[in-house]
Nanobody
Framework: QVQLVESGGGSVEAGGSLRLSCAVS???????MAWFRQAPGKEREAVAV????????YYADSVKGRFTISIDYARNTLYLQMNSLKVEDTAVYYC??????????????????WGQGTQVTVSS
């Protein structure tokens, strides 16, 4: 069974940095993986997506230039480096992995496997 386990969340002041990790087990790379986030009262949104077959990436406009998604195939770990954090980045962050055909890489329902989530809190 595929398992995704996030770590690295926490509390930081605005302008600070955090790096989220997602340990991946029993998953065959070659499809889309992503980081989503969900703030209270809001829908889950895609923050950063990587196609693990080619390494191509996509970022939401709100995080472009500040967040970097990457993958270490040797360590089976997905990362999200978050710099210049803003209060509005506060949310629970989830890593996700897809199996099969993905029609819309930004939609949560396209992903089959999810981590448990890790809280990121940015204070002013």
């Amino acid at each position: 069974q595929v398992q995704l386990v996030e770590s690295g969340g926490g509390s930081v002041e605005a302008g600070g940095s955090l790096r989220l990790s997602c340990a991946v087990s029993r998953y065959t790379f070659g499809n889309y993986m992503a980081w989503f986030r969900q703030a209270p009262g809001k829908e889950r949104e895609a923050v950063a997506v990587i196609y693990t077959g080619s390494g191509n990436t996509y970022y939401a406009d709100s995080v472009k230039g500040r967040f970097t998604i990457s993958i270490d195939y040797a360590r089976n770990t997905l990362y999200l480096q978050m710099n210049s954090l803003k209060v509005e980045d506060t949310a629970v962050y989830y890593c996700a992995a897809a199996r099969g055909t993905v029609y819309n890489r930004l939609k949560p329902d396209q992903y089959n496997y999810w981590g448990q989530g890790t809280q990121v809190t940015v204070s002013s």
